[in-house]
């Protein structure tokens, strides 16, 4: 597997390729995970029946685009090395974002001949091109000429999303792809009521808290979610918002934060998945943001399906699939944050109606465990490995 961006449950973050990884390892296959690293030297672990070999290429969420370009294709090469070590295995596996992981799985199959299945979590270049990042035309081409190689020489393609399935197969029709959405782990995080320690940890006793936990990128959009904080504090709701994370945006955030006076705006460190355990035990509802741009409507976030697993109202304040699914499912709602006001209309039936709420949480977590279930999506995954 080659996966620039492997993490674990002990340190947090996205853990996607964990159990997808672990899902292999128990059903009797060897697996090698090839990431990333800050350190300075290669490395070796052994996790949970995986080994994990750490690449020292280092790589931040507050780093520019050009300085993640750079990481990207350090670890292409750093990682096409590593693989000609595995050159007998049966099936490689390759993971974007970003894209350039497509180098490897490419060059194990010119070279060793090893068939490989790619995963497209994000759509590129589609996304950095969409967000005005690339503009070169000649580069654009070529990036969207690289993708197509990539997808077309896979064995088969798995799409996080209906929305990515649809657009590969615009460009590849007669390209096998799987849609395996991102997991909700209903066994590590759980509906429960709050804990008091907790909320005077927090200092959000009493009141009706909003969570964002995840990236602070510019494509996060997550000054939208301070607008609506400025909203509710200038019409005395009694509704706190938690910030948790880390990313190129943390500062401005603060400071915007700072500049309106908003005493109903609390930032905490991201730390690991112990951490947003407990700050899901305190939080009423999920806030799932992104910056308005039509490609990002196609994501999978992971903070959405942590929301599903605790039993939370999900906020989201972009349209597509998401919105769609949390509006039928009625475990929340969507709201134009560049209305700020319409924020307060919405949040404030939640707050003067309990039983809304409480069905709206409900929902969500059945949603989890019918559709999400983290041992459902590993069972489909390893499925895609059968006909190989």
């Given at each position: 597997m080659f996966h620039q961006h492997f993490s674990t449950p002990e340190r947090g973050g996205a853990i996607r390729s964990y159990y997808l990884a672990t899902a292999l390892v128990q059903r009797g296959h060897q697996v090698t995970m090839i990431t990333s690293g800050p350190s300075k030297a290669r490395r070796t672990e052994h996790i949970e029946g995986i080994e994990v070999i750490y690449l020292p290429i280092p790589y931040n969420n507050r780093f520019s685009f050009y300085a993640r370009v750079w990481s990207f294709i350090r670890y292409a090469l750093a990682a096409i090395r590593a693989g000609s070590g595995f050159r007998d295995y049966d099936v490689c596996y390759g993971i974007s974002?970003?894209?350039?992981?497509?180098?490897?799985?490419?060059?194990?199959?010119?070279?060793?001949?090893?068939?490989?299945?790619?995963?497209?979590?994000?759509?590129?270049?589609?996304?950095?091109?969409?967000?005005?990042?690339?503009?070169?035309?000649?580069?654009?081409?070529?990036?969207?000429?690289?993708?197509?190689?990539?997808?077309?020489?896979a064995h088969a393609l798995v799409a996080l999303s209906g929305p990515i399935q649809t657009a590969i197969l615009q460009k590849i029709p007669t390209a096998r792809v799987h849609i395996i959405p991102n997991m909700a782990d209903c066994d590590f995080y759980h509906p429960e009521e709050k804990d008091p320690k907790l909320e005077s940890l927090y200092a959000v006793k009493g009141r009706f808290v909003v969570s964002y936990i995840g990236a602070l990128g510019a494509a996060n959009g997550v000054h939208h979610l301070i607008d609506c904080a400025e909203a509710c504090q200038t019409s005395a709701l009694s509704v706190q918002f938690i910030i948790c994370g880390d990313g190129a945006m943390l500062a401005e955030l603060k400071s915007i934060s700072k500049q309106k006076a908003l005493t109903n705006v609390t930032f905490i460190a991201f730390s690991n998945r112990a951490e947003v355990q407990r700050i899901l035990n305190i939080t009423d509802s999920v806030f799932v943001s992104y910056k308005k741009a039509d490609i990002l409507e196609t994501?999978?976030?992971?903070?959405?399906?942590?929301?599903?697993?605790?039993?939370?109202?999900?906020?989201?304040?972009?349209?597509?699939?998401i919105r769609s699914e949390v509006e039928l499912y009625k475990c929340g709602f969507f709201v134009d944050t560049r209305q700020p006001s319409a924020f307060v209309e919405k949040i404030e039936q939640f707050l003067s109606d309990r039983t809304l709420l409480e069905a709206a949480q409900r929902n969500s977590r059945e949603l989890a465990e019918r559709v999400y279930s983290r041992n459902e999506i590993s069972e489909a995954f390893q499925r895609v490995f059968s006909d190989l």
């Amino acid at each position: 597997m080659f996966h620039q961006h492997f993490s674990t449950p002990e340190r947090g973050g996205a853990i996607r390729s964990y159990y997808l990884a672990t899902a292999l390892v128990q059903r009797g296959h060897q697996v090698t995970m090839i990431t990333s690293g800050p350190s300075k030297a290669r490395r070796t672990e052994h996790i949970e029946g995986i080994e994990v070999i750490y690449l020292p290429i280092p790589y931040n969420n507050r780093f520019s685009f050009y300085a993640r370009v750079w990481s990207f294709i350090r670890y292409a090469l750093a990682a096409i090395r590593a693989g000609s070590g595995f050159r007998d295995y049966d099936v490689c596996y390759g993971i974007s974002v970003p894209l350039t992981v497509g180098l490897c799985t490419r060059w194990m199959k010119f070279r060793y001949g090893i068939p490989y299945l790619f995963e497209v979590g994000d759509l590129w270049p589609d996304a950095p091109i969409q967000l005005g990042y690339i503009k070169n035309w000649f580069f654009k081409r070529a990036m969207f000429a690289f993708e197509r190689d990539v997808y077309r020489h896979a064995h088969a393609l798995v799409a996080l999303s209906g929305p990515i399935q649809t657009a590969i197969l615009q460009k590849i029709p007669t390209a096998r792809v799987h849609i395996i959405p991102n997991m909700a782990d209903c066994d590590f995080y759980h509906p429960e009521e709050k804990d008091p320690k907790l909320e005077s940890l927090y200092a959000v006793k009493g009141r009706f808290v909003v969570s964002y936990i995840g990236a602070l990128g510019a494509a996060n959009g997550v000054h939208h979610l301070i607008d609506c904080a400025e909203a509710c504090q200038t019409s005395a709701l009694s509704v706190q918002f938690i910030i948790c994370g880390d990313g190129a945006m943390l500062a401005e955030l603060k400071s915007i934060s700072k500049q309106k006076a908003l005493t109903n705006v609390t930032f905490i460190a991201f730390s690991n998945r112990a951490e947003v355990q407990r700050i899901l035990n305190i939080t009423d509802s999920v806030f799932v943001s992104y910056k308005k741009a039509d490609i990002l409507e196609t994501g999978c976030p992971n903070k959405y399906f942590d929301g599903l697993a605790a039993g939370k109202l999900i906020i989201v304040n972009f349209g597509g699939w998401i919105r769609s699914e949390v509006e039928l499912y009625k475990c929340g709602f969507f709201v134009d944050t560049r209305q700020p006001s319409a924020f307060v209309e919405k949040i404030e039936q939640f707050l003067s109606d309990r039983t809304l709420l409480e069905a709206a949480q409900r929902n969500s977590r059945e949603l989890a465990e019918r559709v999400y279930s983290r041992n459902e999506i590993s069972e489909a995954f390893q499925r895609v490995f059968s006909d190989l």
